[in-house]
């Protein structure tokens, strides 16, 4: 039940507050004062919406901001719902239960994203949202019989939220994801659930079936392994007999290579010994003449250095006493005698001496210079002389190191060099040119060519008769079994291998098909339960609806015989997807568009009063109705205000009907059992209300 409205520069209410209390309030005035502005005041508090275009239209011309506060009660319990907007399209809405006095906030704002939102909290404790909350309780001016010109879908849809049905779905919707939460688990723990069973059992077939096809492939491929093994060690035990004869032949083949290798490698060495030897008579050949000079050339080299050494002081010393000179003629060129007077002491002076006359000190300076060059040229004609010597000396030094080195004391060393060269060349010219053919001339060389010839001839008497030709075939022979075998064991570990899997599969595959067969019955009976209990169609809800339509009827037509219609029954029935309505006189089913203006309202007020009696008994009892006396004669408005004013005395467990009366015709409630009448009037300052 609503106890007050508050409404703040909202449409066209500048500062407004209702009261209301049980039983019936009516609000009168003309049109445009403001009346209807508290269902829209109501429904926007409440859910957020309205019947206006756009929420910037509810505030008040000129404000800033507006504001509506709806409190109600519900069970014994008190509740606030505020919602505020700007002129920016700003929102703001608090939803609070009054408790030990203060208002304790249950819900603020509409931020969905985050799990918040104040409409879906109003929406529970109310038990309807706005859509439903219209057309079950707000009757809007003209639209009374609204509820009769409902689609029989939404009407039955209405139903559903009237009675609770909805509440259904919830439950539902849980056992659906109780459903679905099993499946996962049971996929979770063995990678199947109860919809999977037709397909494992086919898949258990197939695998039954190929492994009824692979059984008879494993015994043909057992056979086959068996008779080429056998095959194979026979071929191999010939083979054992002639292989040696293979290594023979390799042998024979190594053992000539060696022979002529060796001979090569014979030759080769007499060669390098002839050629060594050579080359040590040439480079001792004059060796023993350069030796024989080695000691006077030392003596003569020695003089030499000093003859070079003297004349490099010689030179110094000429050198310096030409650089002497230089500074006595420079000095020499200062004093100049005048008057045979000296330029220093001014004493009389005859002459100066030869030190201090320019001419003396330069005859000097180029007797000094030819000396120095007679000098040079004997000390360049001494180190060329030196150089000639030295180079004489190095070669005789040169001659000592080779025969040093090749171990070379006298001419007699020399000769017998000489005689052994001979011997050597005499030894080589008797070797064959070519050793690729005569295997037994070769074999001369020495001792161990010899050796290696008589390994030669008998390895070839070892190997005689042999075919290689054949042996090769043979040895193809085997590698082609040996492929053939190793095949065969591969297809054979195949088989087996797909066998042993096909075998395990099927086990697990049958204990899987199994445990889904009880999953799938204790599924059963979870839809079952489901669709038996909680679906909207099930028995439950259909026996719900079955009872709720009954007692509609019943109502609606108790409250069509107050309103002395010729209407004297409505009976509403569930089809498959709808509820249809029949009306009823005393001989005749009357089809509702045949019915007049007023008895259509007539039919709808009654169905709402119905309906509105039986939500009497949920959270929701009031009703709301703008202009419900339009197309109504008098005697109509009177039996309305009459159902009215005992609809409104009716006590439903406990929770009186609560009624909001919005018209132009106040004269019918004179003398009426209502609770409050509110006059609206229009001003310039906005809406007018007075209490009457």
């Known amino acids: 039940m609503i106890t007050s409205v508050e409404l703040g520069d909202f449409l066209s209410h500048s500062e407004t ?3 209301f209390g049980n039983g019936v309030t009516v609000f009168v005035g003309q049109n445009g004062a403001g009346k209807s502005s508290i269902i829209d005041a109501i429904t926007f508090a409440l859910f957020g919406q309205h019947t206006r275009k756009s929420n910037r239209g509810l505030i008040k011309r000129g404000a800033n901001q507006g504001f509506t506060k709806v409190e109600f009660n519900i069970n014994g319990k008190q509740y606030q719902a505020v919602r505020k907007i700007d002129n920016k399209g700003g929102l703001a809405a608090k939803f609070t239960e009054k408790i030990n006095g203060e208002f304790l906030e249950i819900a603020a704002g509409e931020r969905k994203q985050f799990g918040e939102s104040m409409t879906h909290e109003v929406e529970k404790i109310i038990g309807l949202d706005f859509e439903k909350l219209k057309i079950a309780s707000i009757v809007q001016q003209g639209e009374l019989n609204a509820i009769i010109k409902a689609k029989p879908k939404e009407f039955k849809e209405l139903l559903n939220a009237v009675i609770g049905i909805d509440k259904l779905d919830v439950a539902s919707e849980a056992m659906k994801i109780i459903n679905k939460n099993f499946r996962e688990k049971i996929r979770e723990d063995i990678g199947y659930d109860d919809t999977h069973i037709d397909i494992l059992l086919r898949d258990l077939q197939k695998y039954k079936t190929e492994l009824e096809d692979a059984m008879p492939q494993k015994e043909q491929l057992k056979v086959k392994q068996t008779q080429l093994q056998k095959e194979i060690t026979e071929l191999r035990i010939k083979l054992e007999t002639e292989t040696p004869k293979i ?8 053992r000539k290579r060696e022979l002529q ?10 060669q390098r010994e002839i050629a060594e030897k050579e080359r040590k008579i040439r ?21 030499i250095e000093l003859a070079v050494e003297g004349s490099q002081k010689k030179i110094q010393k000429l050198t310096g006493q030409v650089a002497s000179l230089k500074e006595k003629q420079a000095l020499a060129e200062k004093i100049q ?9 001014d004493s009389k002076v005859e002459k100066l001496t030869p030190l201090f006359q320019e001419e003396h000190l330069k005859q000097e300076i180029i007797f000094l210079k030819e000396q120095m060059i007679v000098t040079e040229k004997e000390r360049t004609m001494y180190n060329q002389k030196r150089i ?58 020495d001792s161990h060519a010899k050796r290696i010839f008589e390994n030669i001839t008998k390895l070839e008497h070892e190997i005689k008769g042999f075919n290689e030709k054949e042996f090769l075939n043979l040895k193809e022979s085997i590698n082609e079994k040996q492929t053939d ?43 079952a339960i489901q669709m038996n209990i909680f679906s909207r169609d099930g028995p439950v809800a259909t026996s719900l609806r079955s009872w709720a339509l009954n007692t509609i009827s019943t109502k609606s037509s108790e409250y069509l015989t107050l309103l002395n219609t010729k209407i004297q029954r409505i009976s509403l029935s569930e089809k498959v997807r709808d509820i249809s309505i029949t009306c009823y006189s005393k001989n005749e089913v009357l089809d509702l568009e045949s019915l007049s203006g007023g008895e259509q309202v007539s039919v709808a007020l009654a169905l709402r009063l119905g309906m509105a009696n039986l939500l009497g008994a949920s959270n929701l009892n009031l009703m709301i109705l703008d202009e419900p006396t339009t197309h109504l004669d008098a005697e109509h408005k009177k039996s309305l205000v009459d159902v009215l004013s005992q609809l409104s005395d009716i006590t439903n467990v406990g929770k009186p009907m609560q009624f909001i009366i919005i018209t132009h015709d106040s004269e019918i409630f004179e003398d009426s ?20």
């Open 17 to 19: 507050k209702l009261e």
């Open 247 to 254: 290594d023979k032949i390799n042998q024979l083949e190594l």
């Open 261 to 270: 290798s060796y001979a090569k490698e014979a030759i080769q060495e007499i």
């Open 283 to 303: 480079d001792c050949e004059g060796c023993f003449e350069h030796i024989s000079l080695k000691k006077d050339l030392e003596i003569k080299i020695e003089k």
């Open 337 to 345: 005698l005048k008057d045979n007077r000296c330029p220093v002491c």
């Open 388 to 445: 000639e010597f030295s180079q004489k000396l190095q070669n005789a030094r040169n001659a000592e190191a080779t025969l040093k080195a090749h171990s070379i004391k006298d001419q007699e060393d020399i000769r017998k060099i000489q005689e052994e060269l001979k011997l050597k060349k005499g030894n080589v010219q008797k070797i064959p040119l070519s050793i690729n053919g005569n295997l037994l001339e070769v074999s001369q060389i």
């Open 485 to 527: 075998l190793s095949q065969t064991d591969h297809n054979l570990g195949a088989v087996t291998e797909k066998i042993t899997k096909y075998e395990e599969q099927i086990k697990s595959m049958q204990n899987v098909v199994s445990k889904l067969k009880v999953v799938k019955k204790y599924v059963k009976e979870l839809d």
């Open 673 to 692: 059992n209502v609770e409050r009448i509110y006059k609206f009037e229009s001003t310039e300052q906005g809406s007018k209300i007075t209490v009457l």
